[in-house]
């Protein structure tokens, strides 16, 4: 099997570093065979290590030789031989080949008597899931499920967004990434908190993991929101997540990678200027910190200055984050980190728009908004966290994640919500003036031994490991009645004078501490047959308890929770694999209590699955068809058989374990280079769900739903441009409006586009343009009810970008 050895990202490191040029000759005879090779323009590391997986050659070369410099586009049937001798001419540097070695070297001058001794190290190559710098809309590895398994070996629905593609897109919150994840789906709930949905079903904040550790994000497309500038890709599970998260829906993980250091000094400028006077700017440099490279940092910085499509509001967000990485000898690794970020947010307005009372949608623009000028969200968030890694030998690794992070914000809002009459135009009001103080302090721990072993003549992974989070919240909250109406036809953003905070009536405190123990398997059970085994046993704390009042508002444990995952995955010849499996998940209930005093026992999530899956053009394009159903048995109902009271619960009624919740469909995606120059995301889901009583589990996930992205970088004498676009496709719904049973409101069918082109000036300078909403469609990004909670969706907005590499 070939072995690529350039390291740590495919060294396409873009340093702006002046290097003689020369004559390059390609010496030594190497394989004379004619492959065809396809090479597009593009950084030289590059480009070295796409010939080396498209040729099997081993790559060794000195990271500095290569740096900063641009490889042409080489295309046709040649030996490698002379593909390399295209790639390196004019750069200064010759090939030397040994058999499949390849080294890279300086031209000597002439006459001259020169050695050097080459530096190895490891790259993306074949298998690692690091996606930048590899121009990739796919990722040859995952890290999401424990196992670090290619897409094709993992028996769930698995995908990356990656950094080219957040690149490409302009996509630069976790919000924006999540709506171009395959299969996924946008709630707005009623205070900005912006929720997903996978399958039907919520992907609740325990579910969403950085650098595969639960319980470390809150609110993270919401009121915490996270900058995807520290992060090299988002991976997203779909499905139950039993093995990684144990408690929650059957919807699935997110999990985002942070930026690690590169072994190379470089330095990335990015500044962009869009409408609404949306401006930013981010810094993104590093080195190595001594000169044997065992001590490198890595900074990035940004600075976003915006305003909305809607009127007043205006935010700002500064961010720094830094990283250091160092090895503690040949089989150990530290890395310790931190980041702080915020967000100040004036004229910040929640809770939407109102609809009429037959639940029409008014005839306002979108530019219109409810908010008092006064209103505030000031935000920010300190994290810090630390890795220790440790190899024993080739074939065994254990690792130790800690993760610790202080957020939380401050909000001063004057609410607005009420029903619109259409005979008299009036309803709405300023009912609260409201005021908001949270501060959530999060703890995540990961310690896990993950290592490969022969037995019975074949070759088999294993991985065992511990999981502890514990999240602690100070929630105070206080309101003034209002009651003044307002007209949103025509709002007085300044009706109301900016008041006093008074005293806090409210001050929660709450506890979710979470621990699990964690196994998992891959057995080669025969040479095309893979079978993969696991579980997790989860314990479960938590308290919510008013200071003021002094009661317990909420509590529940649960204790020693098991839940399975089960796959198999045969190869079906050299590109394809089938594959079956089963995971679940969990749902405390023990917060209600039966007629006769007990505690509700979970509700359980279950993800059953069956597709193919392919990895064609040497893993560049994965493929994957999936058929999937996903049922929630045994959630709290009403146990009317039993008028109570049930003192033990909240509100005095009596519950039972009883309904059941389902959703079953068919999903298809491609993701990777789809032609030469072309890489390409396609995702396309079908899903129904369905309570017991026929009703909809979830409105707003949508029958039909298509998310694609691409990017072609032209060939020939255009291959200093690139173009591309997207579109976010979905099939209407509606709903009965939670605030009126005899209300329907529907939103229709839409389809979203993107477009965007990109321009290489020199080795060091690109500009690139964005048009999000080309064609300026007016849809709505989530329907609430009739009194609030309506809220359209970005109208067309353009963005100019310049990137600098050095």
Not at 108 to 127: I, K, Q
């Amino acid at each position: 099997m070939p072995r690529f050895s350039l390291h740590p990202a495919p060294l396409a490191i873009r340093m702006a570093i002046a290097l003689a040029s020369g004559a390059v000759t390609a010496q030594a005879e190497g394989p004379a065979r004619p492959v065809a090779i396809q090479l597009e323009r593009q950084p030289l590391a590059q480009a070295l290590n796409a010939l080396a997986l498209q040729t099997r050659l081993e790559l060794i070369v000195q990271p500095a030789l290569v740096a900063g410099r641009m490889a042409p586009a080489v295309a046709g049937q040649m030996t490698p031989r002379q593909a390399l001798g295209r790639l390196l001419d004019g750069s200064g540097l010759v090939a030397r080949l040994d058999g499949t070695a390849v080294t890279v070297q300086a031209a000597p001058p002439p006459s001259a008597d020169v050695t050097m001794a080459p530096v190895t190290v490891t790259a993306l190559g074949e298998r690692s899931a690091v996606t930048e710098q590899t121009g990739s809309y796919t990722s040859r590895e995952l890290s999401i499920g424990k196992l670090r398994l290619s897409v094709r070996e993992t028996p769930q629905s698995v995908s990356a967004v990656t950094q080219q593609q957040m690149e490409d897109q302009h996509l630069v919150t976790l919000e924006q990434v999540l709506g171009q994840a395959t299969g996924v789906t946008r709630t707005t709930r009623n205070f900005g908190d912006h929720r997903f949905s996978v399958r039907g079903f919520v992907i609740q904040d325990d579910n969403q993991l950085v650098d595969g550790v639960p319980g470390m994000l809150y609110s993270a497309t919401g009121w915490l929101p996270v900058d995807m500038a520290i992060y090299d890709r988002v991976e997203v599970l779909r499905g139950a997540g039993g093995l990684i998260v144990g408690a929650g829906d059957p919807s699935g993980a997110v999990n985002l990678v942070r930026k690690r250091p590169r072994a190379q000094a470089h330095a990335d400028v990015s500044v962009s200027a869009g409408s609404w006077h949306n401006y930013r700017t981010e810094l993104d440099a590093g080195m190595p910190l001594n000169a044997e490279g065992t001590l490198r940092g890595r900074v990035v910085a940004g600075y976003e200055d915006r305003r909305y499509f809607y009127d007043l509001a205006h935010a700002r967000q500064p961010l720094l984050y830094g990283v250091v990485e160092a090895d503690l000898g040949r089989d150990t690794r530290l890395t310790i980190g931190a980041r702080h970020q915020e967000k100040d947010i004036g004229a910040y307005w929640l809770f939407g728009l109102p609809r009429y009372s037959d639940g029409g949608a008014l005839d306002v623009p979108r530019s219109t908004s409810l908010a008092q000028d006064w209103n505030r969200h000031d935000a920010s968030v300190n994290e810090v966290f630390g890795e220790l890694e440790r190899r024993f030998g080739d074939d065994w690794k254990a690792r130790l994640t800690v993760n610790r992070s202080n957020g939380g914000f401050d909000q001063k809002l004057a609410l607005a919500r009420g029903v619109v009459e259409r005979g008299t135009l009036a309803g709405p009001r300023l009912y609260s003036l409201y005021f908001k103080n949270l501060d959530v302090v999060t703890t995540g721990i990961d310690a896990s031994l993950a290592g490969s072993f022969q037995a019975l003549g074949g070759t088999h992974q294993f991985l065992a490991g511990a999981n502890w989070s514990r999240r602690s919240e100070d929630d105070k909250g206080a309101a003034i009645d209002d009651g003044s109406p307002i007209d949103p036809f025509h709002p007085d953003h300044f009706a109301v004078a900016e008041p006093v905070r008074p005293a806090w009536t409210s001050a929660l405190d709450v506890r979710d501490q979470r621990a699990g123990l964690y196994a998992s398997a891959r057995l080669e059970l025969a040479q095309p047959l893979h079978l993969l085994l696991g579980g997790r046993v989860s314990w479960l704390n938590y308290r919510s308890a008013d200071r003021i009042s002094g009661d317990q508002v909420a509590g529940y444990d649960q204790n020693r929770e098991f839940t399975p995952y089960a796959g198999l995955v045969y190869d079906v010849g050299r590109l394809w694999s089938w594959y079956a499996s089963y995971a679940d998940t969990f749902q405390p209930q023990s917060k209600y209590f039966t007629a006769g005093g007990q505690p509700l026992k979970p509700a359980i999530g279950a993800n059953y699955e069956t597709g193919l899956k392919g990895e064609l053009y040497d893993g560049r394009l994965n493929a994957t068809l999936a058929l999937f159903q996903v049922r929630k048995t045994g959630n709290a109902e009403l146990d009317v058989a039993n008028d109570g009271p049930c003192d033990r619960n909240a509100d005095g009624n009596c519950y039972r374990n009883a309904s059941t919740l389902q959703s079953k469909g068919v999903e298809a995606e491609v993701s990777g280079e789809a032609w030469p120059g072309l890489q390409l995301t396609a995702g396309y889901t079908y899903v129904t769900s369905r309570a017991d009583d026929g009703s909809s589990i979830s409105a707003e996930t949508p029958r039909h739903l298509l998310r694609m992205a691409g990017n072609y970088r032209l060939p020939g004498r255009w291959r200093q441009w690139s173009l591309g676009g997207g579109v976010a496709a979905q099939t209407g719904y509606a709903t009965q409006a939670p605030d009126n049973d005899a209300v329907r409101i529907a939103d229709g069918g839409r389809a979203v586009w993107d477009l965007h082109a990109a321009y290489i000036i020199d080795r060091s300078w690109t500009v690139a343009l964005n048009v999000a909403n080309a064609f300026d469609k007016n849809y709505w990004a989530n329907l609430g009810e009739l009194r609030r909670g309506n809220y359209y969706g970005e109208p067309r907005n353009v963005t100019l970008t310049l990137r600098a590499a050095f």
